[in-house]
């Protein structure tokens, strides 16, 4: 039977109906909304879905919120979880592409009902038994964390607002304009593979793959592997801490606090706000675009290693990360903290690293009025004063994911108006 004989309409309510798709009415719509758009022969938008399906409204931004790829994703899952069963022995095959938001028909008769590229997963039941367990337990595990960390802030509130002062420049210059202000957290790049000899998808998160354009590289270079973007990262390990931490400070400012992740923005986000950026080096994205007119370089290397440069006048200095993994897990880690100021004002600090001790230690230090203290005094005892906009690099060491301790490396200095003029300048290229 040909394509154009096959009543596609009935296909499009066989799905609906299905028991994959019959509780979850919303995924039902966008495909009868896909299929309306089919018959019209018209490729809709992403903003023309959010406004049709969704009810958004002019001021959805699709480079903030990723409502649409997330349900799209997820619709690009169920449609492959029913031609696996339900579906198996449908004549035709609808497939969403990736990228865009149009359905296509195909031809499902020559894998005899089976998708090649995604066959059916088979779990035993003990597979089953021990992923549910694993899944409540760390489910509680994040659960208890949340209640320790943020039953902590509000019974010790008070005390954890008199331990921050606001008479450091750090933070009173921070705040002082009429942005609102974000924490912007440098996630992990994931991505799913379908492997064929353990017959199911795994979850990676792979060192060297970390912005979109590397992974579809990747994907160009290894075409027949069965991979798709996870729409959401990985938090770090050591975000809870700096959160934890970070939320002293918008406390005692008397701020709210919006988290925000690398893998989601561009470098448009930095427009007409205040940023707070934590994580890895590897992970800044296009927040790197920040620190690009800054006199320093950096590599990054397996195993939360890495080498960090910086040029002072005519001199130059290099650094170097390292982690003992064989014998004491002892780390000797780097880190900068950074505040520059914006095109239309804006303040941003940047804290980044190479690996969690450094990210761990960095915010800590800036958040506790102590550690502050010393090094307002440090910067004062090098510098004079404590400027408005600088940078200054850090030695980490410690044990891995333990306490440690920071040393204050290089200081420098930033000139607003030629920060500004090569930070135009890379924006624009």
């Known amino acids: ?43 809709p938008t992403e903003m023309e879905v959010a406004f049709d399906v969704f009810n958004k409204d002019k001021d959805f931004d699709p480079g903030h919120d990723t409502i649409i790829r997330v349900y799209f994703y997820r619709l690009r899952r169920k449609l492959k979880e029913y031609y696996k069963k339900e579906g ?8 969403i592409p990736k990228g865009s938001y149009h359905i296509e028909f195909g031809d499902n008769s020559d894998n ?15 597979y089953k038994i021990f992923r549910n367990a694993t899944f409540i337990l760390s489910f509680l595990v994040i659960l208890a964390l949340v209640y320790i960390i943020f039953n902590d802030v509000n019974v010790n509130n008070q005390k954890r607002i008199s331990d921050i002062s606001k008479n450091h420049k750090l933070w009173n210059t921070f705040f002082n304009n009429r942005y609102n202000s974000k924490v912007v957290v440098g996630d992990f790049f994931v991505f799913h593979e379908y492997d064929k000899t353990l017959d199911r998808d795994r979850r990676i998160q792979d060192y060297v793959i970390n912005y979109e354009e590397q992974f579809t590289e990747f994907k ?13 990262g990985e938090l770090p390990h050591n975000s809870i801490f700096n959160i934890a931490d970070l939320q002293r400070i918008f406390l005692s400012y008397d701020k709210e606090m919006d988290i925000d992740f690398t893998t989601e923005i561009d470098i448009n986000y930095i427009k007409n706000k205040n940023v707070i950026y934590v994580g890895e080096f590897k992970n800044l994205r296009s927040l790197s675009d920040l620190i690009e007119p800054l006199p320093i370089e950096y590599e990054t290397l397996p195993d939360w290693q890495g080498n960090f440069r910086y040029i002072d006048q005519d001199s130059s200095a290099t650094l170097k990360a390292r982690h003992d993994w064989d014998v004491n897990r002892y780390v000797v880690d780097l880190s900068i903290l950074a505040k520059l100021p914006g095109l239309e004002n804006e303040n941003y600090i ?14 800590e230090m800036i958040c506790h009025d102590e550690e502050l203290k010393k090094f307002e005094q440090e910067i004062k ?12 690099v850090f030695k980490i060491t410690g044990f891995d994911r333990a306490s440690c301790a ?7 200095e930033i000139d607003k108006e030629n920060y500004i003029t090569q930070l135009t300048q890379g924006i624009a290229e």
């Not at 004989?5 to 019959?22: A, P, Q």
């Not at 940047?350 to 915010?363: E, H, W």
Request: net charge positive.
């Open 1 to 43: 039977m040909t394509e154009n004989k096959i009543d596609k309409e009935k296909l499009i309510d066989k799905i609906c109906s299905s028991v994959i798709f019959s509780n979850s009415v919303f995924y039902s719509k966008i495909l009868k909304y896909l299929y309306e758009c089919y018959k019209k022969d018209k490729v």
């Open 88 to 95: 198996k022995k449908d004549p035709l095959k609808i497939t």
């Open 112 to 126: 005899g009902g089976t998708d090649k590229n995604n066959p059916p997963q088979k779990y035993n039941k003990k």
């Open 220 to 232: 160009r270079n290894h075409p027949n592997r069965d991979l798709d973007k996870w729409v959401l």
């Open 350 to 363: 940047i804290v980044a690293g190479f690996g969690y001790n450094s990210q761990i230690k960095t915010i």
């Open 381 to 392: 005892e090098i510098n004079g004063n404590i400027p408005k906009y600088y940078v200054s």
């Open 406 to 412: 920071a040393q204050l490396k290089w200081f420098y």
